[in-house]
C-alpha cells in the first residue's frame, strides 16, 4: 500500500497518520478469536490488571517460539498493507519487529496509560535513534469513554524528554514528567482522540507524547500495536536486557514481505 506525499508529510507535521479501514472484517474477526485464545493463558507474555485481573497488555504474538505464539499475527506483520507503510514511514527497507502487544483494555477495570514517549522506554533498550513506528490497529470500537488514544499532535519533534518511572497503573513504564506534559499539552494542544471503527488503524513516531483513559464502559476495548525498528538501528548489548518478548532480537533477519491474504490463509478461512 502506498502513501501519498500528503500523507508521509502529515506523518513528518503530526507525528501519526490515520488509515481507516485498513483491515476488513474477516481479518479483525481472526485477529478478535487470537487475542481471545491468548487471554486465556496463564504465561509471562500475558500482563494483568493487578495479580488476577484481566489481561492488559499481551506481548510476543508474533513470535514462532513464543508461548502465546499465532499464526495470524506471525502474518499481520509482514502484510503489504503494514510492513509496507512502516517501511515508507521510516525510509528504509530492512525493519524488524521491536515487539507486538495487544492492550485489552477490559471493560471497567481497564486502567490508564500515562503520557509517555514510547522511545523513552525503547532508548533504555539500547537502541540509539528513534528510527522507530508503530502502527495501532483496532479491534474495537474505540471512543472517549472506553480509553481510546490521544496523541499530542507535532510533539515528536523535539525528540525524547528524559523519562520518570511510572508505577501507577498494572504495566509499568518510563512516562514523561507532569510538569513537561502540562507545558507540551499548552504548546503543542489540544490532544486528539483516535476514535475509531474495529479495522481502522495509525502510524506513529516513537517520539508522539501519548497516553489514554480507563475503560469507564461496558465494552472491552482491544488494539493491536505493531512496533517495527530498522535493521540498522539493533540496539547496543546492555546490561540485563528485557526478555526478546518486549525488546526483539531478530534485526538479524529483515522481515520479508508476504501476500495480503496471508493472514486469512494463516488462519485457515481461505
Ligand atoms: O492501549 C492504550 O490505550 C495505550 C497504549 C500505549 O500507549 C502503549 O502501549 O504505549
Known sequence: MRLTPAQLAAYDRDGFLE???LLDPGE???????VDRVSQLQAEEVKREGADGPPKIMLGMHLAESATASAAMQALVRLPRTLDLAQQVLRETDLY???TKCNLKASIEGSAWPWHQDYGSWQLDGIRRPDMTT???SLDPAAEINGCLYFLPGSHVEGRHDAVFDTSTAYHLYAVPHEVTRERIRRYGPPVAIVSRPGDAVLFDCNLLHASGHNLSADDRWQVYLCYNTCANRPEA????RPAYVRGTDWHRPLQGINDTALMRAAGTD
Open 135 to 137: 502502527l495501532m490497529i
Open 19 to 21: 488509515l481507516p479501514g
Open 28 to 34: 479483525v474477526a481472526v485477529l478478535r478469536g487470537e
Open 97 to 99: 519487529i521491536h515487539h
Open 238 to 241: 546492555i546490561p540485563n536486557p
